[in-house]
């Protein structure tokens, strides 16, 4: 079991940034990768990024060059440093955990809400 944490959402005018950070505990040891996800209304899930162990990064074609995941293994933390951020970029921002001892479940955060305005 792993339990994640988010912060950093706001408010923020197109153009800004803003950066969010994924604090997990619990069963560490066994993160593989971590990933941030985001909902916006009436539109399902989608993945933004994901960062693996090996720290291979990939990301949705709609933030490349804008957003940039990252990991600090000693902090436990996982990060999400989004840039000329764009109204279609408003959304809730999960934090997502995959864990070696138990494929295929997916752990989340309860989520941070970003709201980008024109």
């Known amino acids: 079991q792993v339990q994640l944490v988010e912060s950093g959402g706001g408010l923020v005018q197109a153009g800004g940034s803003l950066r969010l950070s994924c604090a997990a505990s619990?069963?560490?040891?066994?993160?593989?990768?971590m990933g941030w996800y985001r909902q916006a209304p009436g539109k399902q899930r989608e993945l933004v990024a994901v960062?693996?162990?090996?720290?291979?990064?990939n990301y949705a074609d709609s933030v490349k060059g804008r957003f940039t995941i990252s990991r600090d293994n000693a902090k436990n933390t996982a990060y999400l440093q989004m840039n000329s951020l764009k109204p279609e970029d408003t959304a809730v921002y999960y934090c997502?955990?995959?864990?070696?001892?138990?494929?295929?479940?997916?752990?989340w955060g309860q989520g941070t809400q970003v709201t980008v305005s024109s």
């Open positions: 997502s955990a995959y864990l070696t001892s138990t494929p295929g479940r997916v752990y």
């Open positions: 619990g069963s560490i040891s066994s993160i593989n990768a």
């Open positions: 960062t693996s162990s090996f720290g291979s990064s």
